[in-house]
Nanobody, 124 residues
Framework: QVQLVESGGGLVQAGGSLRLSCVAS????????VGWFRQAPGKEREFVAY????????YYTGSVKGRFTISRDNAKNTVYLQMNSLKPEDTAVYYC?????????????????WGQGTQVTVSS
């Protein structure tokens, strides 16, 4: 069992930055791929970024490429999502998720554990 806790959300003006953290407890975190997803009001939960446990491969959805950076510190059981140049359309609840899969990590069903989410609000 893995427990995930997100933090770092908040209210920021357009163009600003936030860094989200996802802290894991339970099993060996280094053997889990971690993804970030977000859900805006009235919309489906969508993929944002992932970092694989094999080789640290990472991938971003197109709308955040060049603005968001995912990284992990296995010693701290933590995955980060650095978000720069934030836009109002980035407003959502952000969730981290963990799983042992190594392929198709943009799919929600590839993850076994989810955090409770952290709210990010970007004002224009």
């Amino acid at each position: 069992q893995v427990q995930l806790v997100e933090s770092g959300g908040g209210l920021v003006q357009a163009g600003g930055s936030l860094r989200l953290s996802c802290v894991a407890s339970g099993r060996t975190f280094s053997s889990y791929s971690v993804g970030w997803f977000r859900q805006a009001p009235g919309k489906e939960r969508e993929f944002v970024a992932y970092i694989s446990w094999i080789g640290g491969a990472y991938y971003y959805t197109g709308s955040v490429k060049g603005r968001f950076t995912i990284s992990r510190d296995n010693a701290k059981n933590t995955v980060y999502l650095q978000m720069n140049s934030l836009k109002p359309e980035d407003t959502a609840v952000y969730y981290c998720a963990a799983g042992t899969a190594t392929m198709r990590l943009s799919l929600r069903e590839k993850y076994d554990y989810w955090g409770q989410g952290t709210q990010v609000t970007v004002s224009s």
